[in-house]
């Protein structure tokens, strides 16, 4: 990553912020995918320093906060988690040994488990890089289909698969 490279993309993007994209409003996402209902400006984010420096993310009852992250990397061998296909559910399963999964919460037997998404990844802006842990809408919204959709891919295609999670890596 260079800062301020000598390029005319560089100049286009600067020119653009400098007139109008300093006061754009910018839509907020929760960890859920959603919007959160809180309007995010420019003072209103935390750089990846700020956030170290404040144990962000370390209150066992969570912190909420907006950040902007270009996404480095995506750890891809464990993308997702065997789910409970039941919607109120979502626990994860455990193979038999037999051709069943059961549900630890629910304790009944299903075919197959539904895929959820259980995602790490790195993130960086000009002050550092951060790991973060992302869950199933999230995923959605990083990766635009379900981790059914992309497990499939990986049973079927590994070089499609990895092109799939590359492409949403390098993203602001």
């Given at each position: ?12 993007l ?126 959605q ?31 602001t």
């Amino acid at each position: 990553m260079l800062a301020n490279p000598d390029i005319p993309e560089t100049f286009e993007l600067k020119g653009w912020y400098n007139n109008e994209g300093a006061n754009t409003k910018i839509k907020s996402h929760s960890s859920s995918g959603g919007a959160i209902g809180r309007e995010v400006t420019k003072d209103t984010l935390k750089t990846v320093a700020e956030i170290k420096e404040a144990l962000l993310g370390t209150n066992k009852h969570g912190d909420y906060l907006n950040f902007c992250t270009t996404m480095m990397y995506i750890k891809s061998d464990t993308i997702s988690y065997h789910a409970c296909p039941t919607n109120w559910c979502n626990k994860k399963m455990v193979h038999n040994g037999d051709n069943d999964w059961q549900c630890k919460k629910c304790d009944k037997l299903f075919t197959a488990p539904d895929h959820r998404y259980l995602m790490q990844m790195m993130a960086q802006d000009h002050t550092g890089t951060l790991w973060l842990l992302g869950f199933n809408r999230l995923g959605q919204v990083i990766l635009p289909m379900t981790a059914n959709e992309l497990i499939a891919i990986k049973e079927t295609n590994k070089v499609q698969y990895q092109k799939v999670v590359t492409n949403a890596t390098a993203r602001t």
